[in-house]
């Protein structure tokens, strides 16, 4: 099935290493200690990031379990944000290039549009989370515009998550999922970007690895919730039981108590890994 798709999406591999470069080079210490922040620090937002498929539905499903905090889902808001920040700055230079014309009148202007979205989805709630996973891009655009947040960095097993996401049925939003080698090579300048976000980001980032949840629920769950400046509340270790709609490929793992059956999945594949067996040096 994979291979049908990669005949109609295939990942530019070399525009995406070109496009992380950009990032690390823009988002550099010089730049983010002088850039502008919006002068609002909500600690309404907190954004759950890391590769599809490691962990970020759980991990908004437990925390959605607490009386103060509402599960958003998957937002798609600040991806627009930086897709039209180059009209928003009125310059000819791209994402994330356009930086340089940035004030903090345009950082004020631009967080109270997600803020204001926020405030709309669940005006009552202390915290908001926004699990797109793929906002691990636009942590520097995160760290200008919300100086108040928080990031929750979810990590498993990397053969693991690249396994995974190869046997999901994604949409061409996700190509790189399609090829084996494209999906080691994504891996590559996922963990490439968040070594260089932990040198610039002065966000605090909590990094939960998925192996640990399954196997110490409690330790980390409080570790969660108090990493969001939240009471304890016993019904977060009942995610399972919420209502609410989940509609990512995780929505029936989260209906279910934790299990460790997925981890250390890919051993049952070793012999089929192809260009994945190089990451297993990773873990």
Known sequence: GNAIKVKMWRFDVQAHIRHIDTLIATFSPTFMAQAPRAATRSERPVFIVGMPRSGTSLIEQILS??????????????????AELPATLGGQSPYPKCLNSLTAAHCEQLARRYLDKLTALAPQASRITDKMPDNFLR???????FPGARIIHCLRDPIDTCLSCYFQNFGAGLSFA???????????????LMEHWR???D????????????TDQERVTRELVGFCGLDWDERCLRFYESSRAVSTA?????RQP????????WRHYRSHLGPLADLASDH
């Open 199 to 201: 040198t610039v980001l």
């Open 203 to 214: 966000l605090p980032v909590m990094e939960v690895r998925y192996e640990y949840l399954v």
């Open 258 to 265: 934790l299990y460790t059956r997925s981890v250390g999945r």
């Open 65 to 82: 379990n607490h009386p103060a905090v509402f599960g958003a889902g998957e937002l798609e808001e600040l991806s627009h944000i930086a």
């Open 178 to 192: 399609f090829d084996l080698a494209a999906l080691a090579e994504y891996y590559r300048q996922y963990r490439r």
């Open 139 to 145: 942590l520097g655009l995160i760290a200008l515009l």
């Open 250 to 254: 995780s929505y029936d793992q989260v």
